[in-house]
């Protein structure tokens, strides 16, 4: 299993960022996180977070 790591900071506090890690459910995901940037998933969360600015993403596996 693989999860988007987005590491995103608040526009109104530059210098507090958070980790936010997004579950992938479909296979398809999977794969493409892993053979290309998540590009339309990372527009999707900032879409749906307006406050935050995204700084970077990532691949990676679940947290424990």
């Known amino acids: 299993m693989v999860e988007l790591i ?5 526009m ?8 936010f890690h997004l579950p992938f ?19 999707r969360w900032a879409n749906e977070h307006p406050l935050w600015t995204i700084k970077k ?3 990676g596996p679940p947290r424990a």
């Open 25 to 43: 459910l479909r296979p398809m995901e999977v794969f493409e996180c892993m053979t290309k940037p998540p590009t339309l998933e990372v527009i």
């Open 12 to 19: 109104a506090q530059p210098q507090s960022c958070e980790e």
């Open 57 to 59: 993403w990532t691949c």
């Open 6 to 10: 987005v590491l995103a900071c608040l």
